[in-house]
Nanobody, 115 residues
């Protein structure tokens, strides 16, 4: 069983930046996809950004141009750089690792954007 630990969340002013980290307990290059999802009360969990073993990335339309997903295989860590944050970005952000037929989730980290 893989363990995923997110960090880097917090309270930030609109227009500010945060970088989230997802540290895995084993090599992340075994996973088909690593990604970030987010969820707010009353809404379904949604994909924010994902990266494959081959380096292909995918972003939700709402964050394109503002968020960047990256990975450091040597550190077993995936990052989400979030710039120009808006109040609509407020959510719990979850890291996910996928290898068929399994999927693993972290506990989540809270991001709050408010003045």
């Amino acid at each position: 069983q893989v363990q995923l630990v997110e960090s880097g969340g917090g309270l930030v002013q609109p227009g500010g930046s945060l970088r989230l980290s997802c540290a895995a307990s084993r090599s992340i290059d075994i996973f088909n996809v690593m990604g970030w999802h987010r969820q707010t009360p009353g809404k379904e969990r949604e994909l924010v950004a994902a990266i494959t073993r081959g380096g292909t990335t995918n972003y939700a339309d709402s964050v394109k141009g503002r968020f960047t997903i990256s990975r450091d295989n040597a550190e077993n860590t995936v990052y989400l750089q979030m710039n120009t944050l808006q109040s609509e970005d407020t959510a719990v952000y979850y890291c996910k690792a996928e290898i068929s037929p399994f999927g693993y989730w972290g506990q989540g980290t809270q991001v709050t954007v408010s003045s």
